[in-house]
T-cell receptor
Framework: GDSVTQMEGPVTLSEEAFLTINCTYTATGYPSLFWYVQYPGEGLQLLLKATKADDKGSNKGFEATYRKETTSFHLEKGSVQVSDSAVYFC?????????????FGAGTRLAVHP | EPEVTQTPSHQVTQMGQEVILRCVPISNHLYFYWYRQILGQKVEFLVSFYNNEISEKSEIFDDQFSVERPDGSNFTLKIRSTKLEDSAMYFCAGHPGLAGQETQYFGPGTRLLVL
């Protein structure tokens, strides 16, 4: 079945370091891909998305490119801040009969230290 | 900016008891979802709901689970007889459903602990 695999955390970085969180997926057809972020005590927020191959989603300095050939959607940021500390979830969207459901990875906790 | 809200934020219950988790979606949303995350595991789809009907449900969503939108605003998930393995964070989500407006907006979650 369809699935998403993320690198395990926690990822611990110093402020201004480069971030990569790996995400690969298995799916039939052409799913849309997402990164959601969960800050402490809050719900899941959409960080960025890409709906077709070679699309690049970007937001708040984060980027991810939909790579169909490697079935990947790795999240990157050039210079992380303490405020980026959160749990990051990669997800794909399956459309079934006109309705959507998200299939999530396990989440990767990021801790950024000053 | 409108938000999805969920109550309670935390609930502790005894095995076999009924629990009702409540969600207030954003007012113009038409499609609704419940997901759960067992501690340390993936966020899993439970059920989707549209036009007062379940549109899809996962294998997890057995006869012990039900959903309803009783008053046009609240969207509830009921677990009739809780089991230890129902302990998880439960997330509600929704979206307007119009073309190009299919991004799901999530609530902060309810942490359920079954003892």
């Amino acid at each position: 079945g369809d699935s998403v695999t993320q690198m395990e955390g926690p990822v611990t970085l110093s402020e201004e370091a480069f971030l990569t969180i790996n995400c690969t997926y298995t799916a039939t057809g052409y799913p849309s891909l997402f990164w959601y972020v969960q800050y402490p005590g809050e719900g899941l927020q959409l960080l960025l998305k890409a709906t077709k191959a070679d699309d690049k989603g970007s937001n708040k300095g984060f980027e991810a490119t939909y790579r169909k050939e490697t079935t990947s959607f790795h999240l990157e940021k050039g210079s992380v801040q303490v405020s980026d500390s959160a749990v990051y979830f990669c997800a794909l969207k399956k459309v079934s009969g006109g309705y959507n459901k998200l299939i999530f990875g396990a989440g990767t906790r990021l801790a950024v230290h000053p | 900016e409108p938000e999805v809200t969920q109550t309670p934020s935390h609930q502790v219950t005894q095995m076999g008891q009924e629990v009702i988790l409540r969600c207030v979606p954003i007012s113009n949303h038409l499609y609704f979802y419940w997901y759960r995350q067992i501690l340390g595991q993936k966020v899993e789809f439970l059920v989707s709901f549209y036009n007062n009907e379940i549109s899809e449900k996962s294998e997890i969503f057995d006869d012990q689970f039900s959903v309803e939108r009783p008053d046009g605003s609240n969207f509830t998930l009921k677990i009739r007889s809780t089991k230890l393995e129902d302990s998880a964070m439960y997330f509600c989500a929704g979206h307007p459903g119009l073309a190009g407006q299919e991004t799901q907006y999530f609530g902060p979650g309810t942490r359920l602990l079954v003892l």
